[in-house]
């Protein structure tokens, strides 16, 4: 087994349940990847971050985490880096700076944006589309886990390429479950 399988393993086996879950695009699924258990732990997260380094495109300016999941892997990857990181919500705040895009400036910029799990695709689009509209320049996004291969396709029609450290498949390969 690689370090690679090994990480794989270890991320499904920290983050994987089973059951009915409901998911941010609505559809209905019976399994589902709690991001939240593998950025909490932090030698796991360290070990994500420093596989996903490599893919990071070496014209990188900022490094764009989304809310929530997304900000603890841009932290760690700014921290190894030595890039900026910029926190991106969802919606911008009513209150204080009422900004969308907290940390560095994005204007003018290369931007990579970073998320946790992506199964539709429909938050990095929707972000990517914030940060644009901010002046950023933003071409690539990367994940840790990409559950849904129709998320690369839905995100090349908005200029999007997806990079992603794993797929659900590949993670339940190095597991050991069955895949479909």
Same mark, same amino acid.
């Given at each position: 087994?690689?370090?690679?399988?090994?990480?794989?393993?270890?991320?499904?086996?920290?983050? %994987?349940?089973? $059951?009915?879950?409901?998911? /941010? !695009?609505g559809?209905? !699924? %019976?399994?589902?990847?709690?991001?939240? /258990?593998?950025? *909490?732990?932090p030698?796991?997260?360290?070990?994500?971050? @420093?596989?996903?380094?490599?893919?990071?495109? &070496? *014209?990188?300016?900022? #490094?764009? =985490? #989304?809310?929530?999941?997304?900000?603890?892997?841009?932290?760690? #990857?700014?921290? &190894?880096?030595?890039?900026?990181? &910029?926190?991106?919500?969802?919606?911008?705040?009513?209150? $204080?700076?009422? /900004?969308?895009?907290? =940390?560095?400036?994005?204007?003018?910029?290369?931007?990579?944006?970073?998320?946790?799990?992506? @199964? !539709?695709?429909?938050?990095?689009?929707?972000?990517?589309?914030?940060? /644009?509209?901010?002046?950023?320049?933003?071409?690539? *996004?990367i994940?840790?886990?990409?559950?849904?291969?129709?998320?690369?396709? %839905?995100?090349?029609?908005?200029?999007?390429?997806?990079?992603?450290?794993? @797929? =659900?498949?590949?993670?339940?390969?190095?597991?050991?479950?069955?895949?479909?």
């Amino acid at each position: 087994m690689t370090n690679r399988d090994e990480l794989a393993r270890r991320v499904w086996e920290t983050s %994987h349940l089973t $059951g009915s879950f409901r998911l /941010r !695009s609505g559809a209905e !699924s %019976h399994e589902y990847f709690d991001k939240y /258990r593998f950025e *909490a732990d932090p030698r796991l997260l360290r070990d994500i971050c @420093t596989a996903i380094l490599p893919l990071v495109p &070496a *014209a990188t300016e900022v #490094l764009a =985490g #989304l809310e929530l999941g997304g900000v603890p892997i841009a932290t760690v #990857l700014g921290q &190894a880096t030595g890039l900026p990181v &910029a926190f991106v919500r969802k919606a911008a705040k009513s209150y $204080g700076t009422c /900004r969308v895009a907290e =940390g560095c400036d994005v204007a003018g910029r290369r931007v990579l944006i970073v998320e946790d799990v992506v @199964t !539709s695709g429909g938050q990095v689009a929707k972000s990517t589309a914030d940060l /644009r509209r901010l002046g950023a320049t933003v071409q690539d *996004a990367i994940c840790v886990v990409e559950r849904d291969t129709a998320a690369r396709e %839905h995100l090349a029609t908005a200029g999007i390429q997806l990079i992603a450290s794993f @797929t =659900g498949a590949e993670l339940a390969r190095a597991s050991g479950a069955p895949t479909a």
